[in-house]
C-alpha cells in the first residue's frame, strides 16, 4: 500500500472517529442529560415576575358620595450605582435644586462613592414629575424602581379608626389591622422569555394567575362630621390642658357611627415619626374609665323600669349618708331635704342614685347592669377591643352597689357606654354599634352589613320617662342654669358626669369629665358621648363640656337638615 493510500485510510478513521466523538457527545446532551440542559435553558431564558396586587381602599362619606381617606400612591424609589458615579457632588447640586431629597449631602456622597457597590438606595417615593427630570439628565448610575405604598389623603383625620400599614406592609391598628386580610388582595405571577437582547416576551396566556386587588371597605363615618368633632375635641383639649379627648357620635336607633375621634392623634403617613405607641391605641374602644355621673340615667331607668320608684317618688337628702364605714356625699355636700327623682338628675345627686339602687336591691341592680352589657364587647368592627369591669357588683358589700349607681367603682369603655345609653334613647333596645357598612370586591359585588336584632332591656314607657327627666335637666340646669345648655328649636337630652380617677390605694385629686347627650331627644337621630382625661384648672364636666356639646348637637341638626321638634321656640325668639 502506497503512502497515498494510506494517508486516505487515516485520515478516513480520523473523520470517523471525529464524527463517532461529535455523535456521542450529542446523544449525551440530548438523550442522557437532555432534560437538566433543557431544564437549565429554561430558566436562564424565562423571566417569571410578580404583580403586586393594589390594597383595597378604606372610604367614607361625604355629602357629595364617597371618598377615600386610604389608597394606593405609586411612585418611584431612587436607586444609585456608584460603580458608575464620576462626580457625585455634582450629581448632589443638580439633585438638590429639585428640592425633594431628604437626605443631606455628606449622606448621599457617602452612599454615591461606596467601592464596588452596584446598589444604594437614595429615597422611596419619589414623584413621576421628579424621576422624568432627572431622567433627562441621562445620568449614568442613576436607576429607578417602581413602588407602590399606603397613603392618606386626608392626614391624621380618622387615625385611630383607620391605623396604618407597616413596613411589612401588613396592617398595624384600627381597621388597616382588623381587616388586613380583605384589604391585602392577591398578587399575581406572569411568565416571560428573554431575548438575547433582554426584550421579555409573553409565553402562551403570559399569566400563571392575575392578580386580585383587595376588598374597599365603606365607612359609616361622614366626613363633615368626623372633621368638625376632631376640631372640637381639640379645641377643649387644648383649652383645659387635658392628657386626651375622646368623641363618638352614633345614631342610637341603629348603631350606626358617624364619627369617633381622639386626641392626641396621628398622621399615619409618618407612623414612624411617634415615639409614644400609646397615641396609637384607640382609647374609645381600648381603654376603660369610671365614668361618673352620665351614669345615673342608667339607674334611675333601672329603678322606674323595675317599679322600684315612679317619677313621683320622692326622699329626704342629707347631704351625705355612711355605708360600710365609708361616706358618701353629694358633689357639694349640700343637703337638699325631701326631694323628688327629677331632682336626682337635675342636681346630680348622688346621694338619690343610692336611694334608687337600695329600694330595687342589689340582685335587681345588678340585673339591670349586667342587661345594659357594660361587661361585655360590642363587637364592633375594631380589633383590641377592651371589655367592661363591672366585678364590684359580685360584692355583698353594699358600698360597691351605692358607689356604682352614680359611675365610681365599674368601669367600661366609652363605646360600651355609648351602647348603654343608646337604650336609654332608642325606646329601651340594645344596639350593636358598628362603623363598616360594605365591603366592596375587586371583582364586583358587594357584601352589606347584616344589621342585628336590638334585645329589649327597658321598657319604651322607661325610655320615654328618663328622656323627659333629661330634657328638663337641659332646659332648666345643664351648664349653670335656663338656657346655658338647650338649642332653640330643638328638645334635647343630656347628662354631665364628673369622676375622680382611680390610683393606687384609692382615688387621686385628677378628673375624668364626661358628657352624653341626644337629640331630637323623643326621636333621635344622634348620640353623643364626650370624655375629658385630666382636665386642668376646672372641676365640673358642666364647665368643660356643655358648650362644646351644644356647638356639636347645632352641627348636626344644621348639617344633616333636621328640622325642628320645637318650632315654636323660634317664633318666641323671632318676636324677642
Known sequence: MNIAKKRIVWLTFAIIFVFVGI?????????????????????QQEVTSIIEADRGEVIVHEKDGLVPIATTKRGWLFVVDPRYIEDAEG?????????????????FITKATKADDPYEIIQHRVPHNIKRAIEEWDEAGVLFFEENWRFYPAGDFASHSIGFVGASGKGQYGLEHYYNG??????????????????????????ISA??????????IDAGVQSYLEGVLER????????SAGGIIINPKTGRILALAATPSYNPNSYGDIDNLAIFKNPLIENLYEMGSVIKPLTMAAGLDSGAITPETTYVDRGRLELNNAVIENYDGKARGRVDMQEILSQSLNTGTVFIMEQMGKE???????NYALAEVTGIDLPNEAVGNLDNLESTRDIE????????????????????????????????????????????GSLPRKISIPRRVLKEETSKTVTRMLVEVVDTKLGGGPGKGNIPGYSVAAKTGTAQIAGRGGYTDEFMHTFFGYGPAYDPEFLVVFFLEKPRGVRYASETLT????????????????LPDRPHELRVSNND
Open 23 to 43: 455523535a456521542s457527545r450529542i446523544f449525551w446532551l440530548q438523550v442522557v442529560h437532555g432534560s437538566w440542559y433543557e431544564d437549565r435553558a429554561g430558566d
Open 91 to 107: 450629581l448632589y447640586k443638580k439633585l438638590d435644586a429639585l428640592e425633594f431629597l431628604e437626605i443631606d449631602k455628606d449622606a
Open 182 to 207: 380583605e384589604l391585602l388582595g392577591r398578587d399575581g405571577e406572569f411568565v416571560g422569555e428573554k431575548t438575547l437582547g433582554g426584550e421579555i416576551l409573553r409565553l402562551g396566556s403570559g399569566f
Open 211 to 220: 392578580e386580585e386587588d383587595g376588598t374597599n371597605i365603606v365607612l359609616t
Open 236 to 243: 377643649v383639649e387644648n383649652t383645659y390642658s387635658a392628657t
Open 364 to 370: 335587681t341592680f345588678r340585673k339591670y347592669f349586667k
Open 401 to 444: 352597689y351605692a358607689t356604682a349607681s352614680f359611675g365610681q367603682g365599674i368601669s367600661m369603655t366609652p363605646i360600651e357606654l355609648a351602647r348603654a345609653l343608646s337604650a336609654v334613647a332608642n325606646g329601651g333596645k340594645l344596639i350593636e354599634p358598628y362603623i363598616v357598612e360594605e365591603l366592596q370586591y375587586s371583582q364586583g
Open 547 to 562: 358648650e362644646p356639646f351644644r356647638d356639636m348637637m347645632k352641627h348636626l341638626f344644621s348639617y344633616f337638615e333636621i
